[in-house]
């Protein structure tokens, strides 16, 4: 696994999400309340961007259809057998890394 700086600590308030690619994958980064989340960007039910959608709490709604995700395990709240894969987020200083 390696470690790759994505962005600052400001780059993304408290409450948002933005998406970032890394190696050809694209994963949505959240700062929830100042715990910082990563999960993979695609919703299941039929593709949205989970870096486009609401975060409040831990949850992310999907754009497109309202479905919604723990953005700390990438269990979905919609479908029990659902999750999206998470990845590990570091925080060093005002850079913010993920580990892929």
Same mark, same amino acid.
């Given at each position: 696994?390696?470690?790759? +700086?994505?962005?600052?600590?400001?780059?993304?308030?408290?409450? +948002?999400?933005?998406?970032?690619?890394?190696? /050809?994958?694209?994963?949505? =980064?959240?700062?929830?309340?100042? *715990?910082?989340?990563?999960?993979?960007?695609?919703?299941?039910?039929?593709?949205?961007?989970?870096?486009?959608?609401k975060?409040?709490?831990?949850?992310?709604?999907?754009?497109?259809?309202?479905? *919604?995700?723990?953005?700390? /395990?990438g269990q979905? *709240?919609?479908?029990?057998?659902?999750?999206?894969?998470?990845?590990?987020? +570091? =925080?060093?200083?005002? +850079? =913010?890394?993920?580990?892929?």
């Amino acid at each position: 696994m390696a470690l790759h +700086q994505i962005c600052k600590i400001s780059d993304i308030g408290e409450g +948002q999400c933005k998406t970032f690619t890394v190696d /050809s994958k694209q994963i949505a =980064v959240y700062n929830a309340g100042g *715990q910082w989340c990563a999960t993979e960007n695609t919703c299941l039910h039929k593709g949205g961007s989970l870096g486009s959608g609401k975060l409040e709490g831990n949850i992310i709604t999907c754009p497109l259809h309202g479905w *919604q995700y723990d953005v700390t /395990s990438g269990q979905c *709240q919609n479908n029990p057998e659902a999750k999206v894969g998470t990845y590990k987020v +570091q =925080v060093e200083g005002d +850079q =913010v890394s993920l580990e892929i």
